[in-house]
C-alpha cells in the first residue's frame, strides 16, 4: 500500500469498510488530482448530523470544446460501498446552479447511475466519470450574469449604491451608481 493509501485509511473514521474505501479513494485521487479527501460533520435533511469522508474540488469537462472546472462535494456514508454517495455541485460565489434532469435548485447531483447503485459494479471512479461525462453535455453550474468583468476596479465593484425604481407598467429596474456618478440601469430579468 502506498503511503497516500495509508494516509486516506488514517483519516476515515472506524466504522467504515478502511481498506477497500481508502483505495477507492485512492484511485479517484489519481485520476482526479483536483480532488482533496477530507473528514467533516455532514448535516442530513433532518438535521442529524454525521462525520462522514468527502472528496471536495473540481472535475474537468468539456462543453462547446471549452475546458471548465465544475466544483463538486462527494460525500462517502458509512454504508459506501452497500450505498452511493452523496454528491453536490459547490458553486462559487461568483457562480449559480443550473437546475435540470441531472442537479437540483440546491445543488444535489441527482445522476441515473446514483439512484442504481449497485455494489461490485458501480464505484467512485466510474461515478467521477459519468459527471465529467454529463456535465461535459448539461453543465450544471454558470457564471452569474449580473458580475461585473474581471478587469473592472475592485473599488467600482464594492462602493456601488443601488435604489429600486418602478417602472409605470409597474415592472421593477434598479439604477446602480458608480463611483464616478455614472448610473447603470439593472432590469428585473436575468438568464444564463
Not at 469498510?17 to 483536483?34: G, M, P, S, T, Y
Not at 438535521?47 to 469537462?61: A, D
Not at 425604481?165 to 448610473?183: A, F, H, I, K, N
Amino acid at each position: 500500500m502506498t503511503s497516500c493509501n495509508n494516509g486516506i485509511k488514517k483519516m476515515l473514521p472506524k466504522t467504515y469498510l478502511r481498506n477497500h474505501v481508502a483505495q477507492e479513494i485512492h484511485v479517484a485521487l489519481i485520476h482526479f488530482k483536483d480532488l482533496v479527501p477530507s473528514v467533516d460533520k455532514y448535516t442530513y435533511n433532518d438535521g442529524t448530523t454525521k462525520v462522514l469522508m468527502s472528496l471536495t474540488g473540481t472535475i474537468p469537462i468539456l462543453f462547446k470544446d471549452m475546458s471548465y472546472n465544475i466544483p463538486i462535494c462527494v460525500w462517502l456514508e458509512e454504508s459506501y460501498p452497500q450505498s452511493a454517495p452523496i454528491c453536490y455541485v459547490k458553486p462559487t460565489w461568483e457562480m449559480m446552479i443550473l437546475r435540470g434532469n441531472y442537479v437540483s435548485s440546491n445543488g444535489d447531483i441527482l445522476l441515473p447511475y446514483l439512484q442504481e447503485w449497485k455494489q461490485g459494479k458501480c464505484d467512485l471512479v466510474s461515478l467521477l466519470q459519468v459527471m465529467v461525462a454529463t456535465f461535459g453535455d448539461h453543465p450544471p453550474i454558470c457564471m452569474q450574469p449580473h458580475l461585473q468583468p474581471a478587469q473592472a476596479s475592485c473599488s467600482l465593484q464594492f462602493h456601488k449604491q443601488s435604489q429600486v425604481l418602478s417602472r409605470p407598467d409597474g415592472s421593477l429596474y434598479v439604477t446602480l451608481s458608480t463611483e464616478d456618478g455614472q448610473s447603470v440601469l439593472q432590469g428585473n430579468e436575468t438568464s444564463c
